[in-house]
């Protein structure tokens, strides 16, 4: 190689086409290593017969046996011994598979781990593309939706097992939050999942995935005209510096599913499945006597749903509506009322700013009289009313002066920004339609993908599945590869 650099800087190559050799190079020096290291493993002869640790009887296998393996540096082939109880009978020992502590299918567990980098943000095809340029190897659409499949079952279960972060680097506050994104299915799927708490008239071959996220914060004290400059990027209020950042965000996205319980089936809703899992996150996380705050939209089965699953006093509870869906309610008002644009960003200021100081009873009392006294068309009148009736039924959730003055945030970033990048980035794409037992998996990766814990998720997952696979492993200690021996 050392040649190579020489005469490519003698005769003036480009950088990208001594890059592309270098490293071309440096995986066939991969390769060929991970070649040599997987002989010196030997055939796994631990004799014709072991004795496990419960006093079971396992028989060596009469041939050893070849496996296909996949690396980041190419197709490797193992041959090597099997036990089992007989003949016939499951494989319960693979010597060379426990020592290199292999993964139970093709591919190895760095090769699992590089290919969802790929697939997390893009379609499978495109990930397929750029494995083949970069790897320089050919792994199919197939191959890459199974590994997902599998890696996305370890995601979910880890999600279900995250540790409680250290109460020293929480925030001040505990916030809950939720929402629901619409996810394409294809069409015979998407008949069999029931349509929980679905907002959309006509779904068509969406079914909604429930949002859940967990965080905490510290408080940031802002005032009623803040909010409104910030809204409206006016510059003339000055804004609070150094605003807190949530702290260990914890998301989920979850589909309804089905359970058996004996002979009968039961659905569970996806809201269920979310909300339910987040309560578990609350418990652990909530100090004693610390409020839990509930800061979503106004869907009402959603805020149902959470009375239902986060078992909290209503006393150590504060529920906030996201100012976001306030503001696109009034915003649709002012539409109804004037033509011009103007008039409607002096409407929406003013309203914003006096449901903010606590006046939102005033808002919609003012709105009906207008719905009642101006020259508006039935459709129109309607139109006012609908958000009449928004706002009203929501009024309990709107004590922003409060919140505001409590240093409560009042806007739902952070599940927005989950419906967003955790699913329609990936799941929405155009074209797309997904089926469950591929969609589900896939939510799973991109939640733990999108954390902090990515890194984490995959020694746990070696960790916990080498356990499960490689019960015997004990049966190695004394075990000398041949090629090593010599």
């Not at 915003?331 to 011009?340: G, I, P, T």
């Not at 508006?376 to 706002?391: D, T």
């Amino acid at each position: 190689m050392d040649e190579y650099v020489q005469q490519a800087a003698r005769q003036g190559k480009p950088l990208h086409e001594v890059e592309r050799t270098l490293f071309d190079s440096a995986l066939k020096i991969g390769f060929a290593a991970t070649e040599q290291f997987l002989q010196l493993q030997g055939n796994g002869d631990l004799g014709e017969t072991v004795e496990t640790a419960d006093g079971r009887t396992l028989q060596r296998s009469a041939e050893p046996t070849e496996r296909p393996l996949r690396t980041v540096f190419g197709q490797h082939t193992l041959r090597a011994y099997g036990y089992a109880p007989g003949p016939h009978k499951k494989i319960e020992l693979r010597p060379v598979d426990a020592r290199l502590a292999l993964a139970p299918g093709d591919f190895s567990y760095l090769f699992e781990q590089f290919s969802q980098y790929f697939c997390v943000d893009q379609a499978f095809g495109q990930a397929a593309r750029g494995i083949q340029m970069v790897l320089r190897q050919q792994v199919s659409v197939n191959s890459l939706e199974g590994i997902n499949r599998r890696v996305g079952q370890q995601a979910g279960q880890f999600l279900d097992q995250l540790a409680t972060p250290p109460a020293a680097q929480e925030g001040e506050l505990l916030l809950f939050t939720g929402d629901c994104k619409g996810v394409p299915l294809v069409q015979e799927e998407a008949q069999q999942v029931p349509v929980f708490q679905q907002e959309l008239e006509r779904p068509g071959n969406r079914r909604m995935a429930t949002l859940a996220g967990v965080y905490s914060v510290d408080r940031h004290v802002r005032t009623p005209q803040q909010i409104v400059a910030a809204l409206f990027r006016d510059d003339s209020v000055a804004q609070p510096q150094d605003r807190p950042q949530p702290q260990f965000k914890h998301v989920v996205a979850c589909f309804a599913r089905q359970y058996e319980d004996g002979e009968e089936t039961l659905e569970v809703s996806g809201t269920t499945e979310a909300f339910s899992w987040a309560a578990v996150q609350v418990e652990a996380r909530r100090r004693p006597g610390q409020r839990l705050i509930r800061l979503m939209h106004g869907q009402e089965s959603l805020w149902e749903a959470a009375d239902a699953c986060l078992p909290v006093p209503a006393e150590e509870t504060v529920d906030i509506l996201d100012l976001m869906h306030v503001s696109s309610q009034v915003w649709r008002a002012a539409k109804v009322l004037y033509q011009q644009q103007e008039p409607r960003e002096g409407f929406v200021r003013d309203r914003l700013l006096r449901i903010l100081q606590g006046e939102g009873r005033g808002v919609v009392s003012g709105l009906r009289r207008m719905a009642s006294t101006w020259k508006l068309s039935r459709a129109e009148r309607a139109e006012i009313r609908k958000v009449c009736r928004y706002l009203e039924s929501n009024l309990h959730r709107m004590r922003y002066d409060e919140s505001l003055r409590a240093g409560y945030p009042i806007a739902t970033g952070v599940i927005e920004g989950a419906c967003r990048h955790l699913v329609k980035d990936r799941m929405e794409r155009s074209g797309m339609r997904w089926r469950l037992a591929g969609a589900q998996p896939m939510l799973n990766v991109r939640a733990v993908y999108q954390s902090s814990y990515w890194d984490q998720f995959h020694k746990i997952r070696i960790a916990e599945e080498q356990d499960r696979i490689h019960p015997h492993r004990h049966l190695l200690a004394g075990y000398v590869p041949k090629p090593l021996a010599a």
